[in-house]
T-cell receptor
Framework: NAGVTQTPKFRVLKTGQSMTLLCAQD?????MYWYRQDPGMGLRLIHY???????AKGEVPDGYNVSRLKKQNFLLGLESAAPSQTSVYFC???????????FGPGTRLTVT | AQTVTQSQPEMSVQEAETVTLSCTYD???????LFWYKQPPSRQMILVIR??????QNATENRFSVNFQKAAKSFSLKISDSQLGDAAMYFC???????????FGTGTQLKVEL
């Protein structure tokens, strides 16, 4: 099992450009999450999904959109990137809400 | 709202010694779960230990154990016989069903010295 994978691992964008981060899991988990990690602030939840076709806002959703068209995939989109979105992005999945979340390796995004 | 506080930005421990990382949390819910995650330089987040709030017994995983003080809302991590591979950033996190999300602390950077 690959677990949770993220594509790409690194990306540099110019302000105003758009991009999509892809998260895939092969553990048949219902729940998937997107976090961002900034220095000194731990991880903060951007959006999450409790099942195929569902999404919900987390703690810091502004400037991001998500989609969960297939159970195994969870996409995070930036429509118009801003320097404040420079961060490391983590995807995670879990069998159930209170169970262990399995994390992907992260994507380092720089917006100039 | 949930909050998780880690008051030690950095800690150091000698190899083979024991170190305790502190964590306090605040939640108004009665049903919640607590976690310690490890993030080594590879950036991968790895679960170290999990504690259900309704269980009085402290969770243990090999060299890792917790001291869960529910009334004080404290959840510290003890690492025994520290090894070089334990050097990492450690995050405390809480989960409640009402919020349906993990809330992370700001992390403690652990250094292990020879």
């Amino acid at each position: 099992n690959a677990g949770v994978t993220q594509t790409p691992k690194f990306r540099v964008l110019k302000t105003g450009q758009s991009m999509t981060l892809l998260c895939a899991q092969d553990m048949n988990h219902e729940y998937m999450y997107w976090y961002r990690q900034d220095p000194g602030m731990g991880l903060r939840l951007i959006h999450y999904s409790v099942g195929e076709g569902t999404t919900a806002k987390g703690e810091v959703p502004d400037g991001y959109n998500v989609s969960r068209l297939k159970k195994q995939n969870f996409l995070l989109g930036l429509e118009s990137a801003a320097p404040s979105q420079t961060s490391v992005y983590f995807c995670a999945s879990s069998y159930s809400t209170a169970y262990e979340q399995y994390f992907g390796p992260g994507t380092r995004l720089t917006v100039t | 709202a949930q909050t998780v506080t880690q008051s030690q930005p950095e800690m150091s421990v000698q190899e083979a010694e024991t170190v305790t990382l502190s964590c306090t949390y605040d939640t108004s819910e009665s049903d919640y779960y607590l976690f310690w995650y490890k993030q080594p330089p590879s950036r991968q987040m790895i679960l170290v230990i999990r504690q259900e709030a309704y269980k009085q017994q402290n969770a243990t995983e090999n060299r890792f154990s917790v001291n869960f003080q529910k009334a004080a809302k404290s959840f510290s991590l003890k690492i025994s016989d520290s090894q070089l591979g334990d050097a990492a950033m450690y995050f405390c996190a809480s989960f409640t069903g009402g919020g349906n999300k993990l809330t992370f602390g700001t992390g403690t950077q652990l250094k292990v010295e020879l």
